[in-house]
């Protein structure tokens, strides 16, 4: 693979360039829009927590360090679980949970309340499930939207840690995932969060006779975001050997559901979860995202300067087939671009794992102790970066600015009119 390298880079470069007048244009935003630090205090103490401990010279015991990822973990469930008005689609979900329940009509006749299955959309039955439940006990009324996203941002948690503790470096994987995949994906897309935590928790346990948990588990989060079956794939690595059949096989599965999905005729009035599933894919296919290119290129990033050093990266990497083939689709996610940006970029955040896998082995496989720290640093200071250019530059972060958080917010949470 390493011998490839210089090609896939000039290759990678020839996309960048023809792309780039499109990947850097900018929205304009709300006028009189401006921030103030204490706006961002909770997405620079999720960052600098764990920068902090990645860089702290002192050497902990096995029940400290334990200790020390149950109360990061922790801080991190209270800060994504209880934000208020934070993320593009707080109103959204706040819909859901308005509507998860709805009089059920038979034959003419008023029924009794139940789910209300429409309200899924063809892919998130679980998340309805859940909001159906949480407003059946009557947990603090609308407030209980609140019980919803701690329950949610719980199962992204877990797997993040889970996924990050078993990576060379574990603290600055955790560093590396903030800036958009705990304050982006985890506090804007709650359901596909979920889906997140449950692969990256998948991943962390994906090996030669846990195949049945990795599967378990993804189909778990297939019932908050369907998307993540596109992960299934991954449990052919732990084999030691996989028929070129089962490749093809897999190939066309995928090109057929990709057909169906976009030629169903949406003007139907004939109900069905398939047509469901095919309104999500054309609607988001259509999307248009101008950061996608921006979040693809960061995925694609750590897998380029990784490509110096694959082979000592294979030496410390007991799942080694996992990453490589994470790599790859991350590498054929760049002319997926061409398709669709929004669709690829909700797709590539099932590829983000990447960066967390990634970069943690790139500094420590380096020849040096000097060598190690100054990349540590660097990949601190870039995703650092990051999270200042997103909340100050991107086009929809004033949706999450300022950050509020329950019960120290006085604002209440109001009714709120159906949007979707």
Same mark, same amino acid.
């Given at each position: 693979?390493?011998?490839?390298?210089?090609?896939?880079?000039?290759?990678?470069?020839?996309? #960048?360039?023809?792309?780039?007048?499109?990947?850097?244009?900018?929205?304009?935003?709300?006028?009189? %829009? &401006?921030?103030?630090?204490?706006?961002?205090?909770?997405? +620079?103490?999720?960052?600098?927590?764990? #920068?902090?401990?990645?860089?702290?010279?002192?050497?902990?015991?096995?029940?400290?360090?334990?200790?020390?990822?149950?109360?990061?973990?922790?801080?991190?469930?209270?800060?994504?679980?209880?934000?208020?008005?934070?993320?593009?689609?707080?109103?959204?979900?706040?819909s859901y949970y308005e509507h998860a329940l709805a009089e059920i009509t038979i034959g003419g006749f008023t029924g009794e309340t139940g789910i209300n299955w429409t309200l899924s959309y063809g892919n998130a039955p679980g998340y309805m499930v859940l909001n159906a439940l949480i407003w059946q006990l009557g947990i603090w009324g609308l407030h209980g939207i609140y019980v919803v996203n701690t329950f949610c941002a719980t199962i992204f948690v877990i797997g993040l840690v889970k996924f990050c503790r078993k990576q060379p470096l574990p603290w600055i994987a955790l560093a590396v995932s903030v800036p958009y995949m705990v304050c982006g994906?985890?506090?804007?897309?709650?359901?596909?969060?979920?889906?997140?935590?449950?692969?990256?928790?998948?991943?962390?346990?994906?090996?030669?006779?846990?195949?049945?948990?990795?599967?378990?588990?993804?189909?778990?989060?297939?019932?908050?975001?369907?998307?993540?079956?596109?992960?299934? /794939?991954?449990?052919?690595?732990?084999?030691? =050997?996989?028929?070129?059949?089962?490749?093809?096989?897999?190939?066309?599965?995928?090109?057929?559901?990709?057909? *169906?999905?976009?030629?169903?005729?949406?003007?139907?009035?004939? /109900?069905?979860?398939?047509?469901?599933?095919?309104?999500? %894919?054309?609607?988001?296919?259509?999307?248009?995202?101008?950061?996608?290119?921006?979040? =693809?290129?960061?995925?694609?990033?750590?897998?380029?300067?990784?490509?110096?050093?694959?082979?000592?990266?294979?030496?410390?990497?007991?799942?080694?087939?996992?990453?490589?083939? *994470?790599?790859? #689709? &991350?590498?054929?996610?760049? /002319? #997926?671009?061409?398709?669709?940006?929004? *669709? =690829?970029?909700?797709?590539?955040?099932?590829?983000?794992?990447?960066?967390?896998?990634? +970069?943690?082995?790139?500094?420590?496989?380096?020849?040096?102790?000097?060598?190690? &720290?100054? +990349?540590?640093?660097? &990949?601190?200071?870039?995703?650092?970066?990051?999270?200042?250019? %997103?909340?100050?530059?991107?086009?929809?972060?004033?949706? +999450?600015?300022?950050?509020? *958080?329950?019960? %120290?917010?006085?604002?209440?949470?109001?009714?709120?009119?159906?949007?979707?």
């Open positions: 693979m390493l011998k490839y390298s210089h090609k896939l880079i000039g290759t990678i470069t020839f996309f #960048a360039i023809l792309w780039s007048s499109q990947v850097y244009s900018f929205d304009k935003r709300p006028e009189n %829009f &401006t921030i103030v630090p204490a706006d961002m205090w909770a997405y +620079w103490l999720l960052l600098l927590v764990p #920068a902090g401990l990645a860089l702290n010279p002192i050497k902990f015991d096995r029940d400290i360090r334990n200790g020390l990822w149950i109360v990061v973990g922790v801080l991190f469930i209270l800060l994504i679980g209880l934000r208020y008005n934070v993320g593009g689609d707080f109103d959204n979900y706040l994906v985890s506090m804007g897309y709650t359901r596909q969060a979920v889906a997140l935590g449950f692969l990256m928790w998948g991943l962390s346990l994906l090996r030669k006779g846990n195949e049945l948990k990795y599967i378990a588990l993804i189909f778990a989060g297939s019932l908050f975001h369907l998307s993540v079956i596109i992960t299934l /794939p991954l449990v052919l690595c732990v084999r030691e =050997t996989i028929p070129k059949s089962l490749y093809l096989m897999t190939g066309l599965a995928l090109v057929y559901a990709l057909y *169906m999905l976009s030629s169903i005729d949406l003007e139907s009035t004939e /109900p069905g979860s398939v047509k469901n599933m095919a309104i999500v %894919f054309q609607y988001t296919a259509t999307r248009f995202s101008p950061g996608g290119p921006i979040r =693809t290129y960061m995925n694609v990033l750590p897998v380029l300067l990784s490509l110096l050093v694959w082979k000592r990266i294979e030496m410390i990497s007991p799942d080694y087939k996992v990453i490589q083939w *994470m790599a790859i #689709a &991350t590498l054929l996610s760049l /002319p #997926a671009l061409l398709y669709s940006y929004t *669709m =690829t970029d909700r797709l590539g955040i099932y590829l983000m794992p990447i960066q967390l896998a990634l +970069w943690p082995r790139f500094i420590a496989v380096q020849k040096t102790r000097l060598l190690s &720290t100054l +990349w540590a640093s660097g &990949t601190l200071g870039f995703y650092g970066l990051v999270l200042y250019v %997103f909340f100050h530059y991107a086009n929809h972060s004033h949706f +999450w600015l300022p950050y509020l *958080m329950y019960p %120290f917010t006085s604002e209440p949470i109001y009714p709120h009119p159906f949007a979707m």
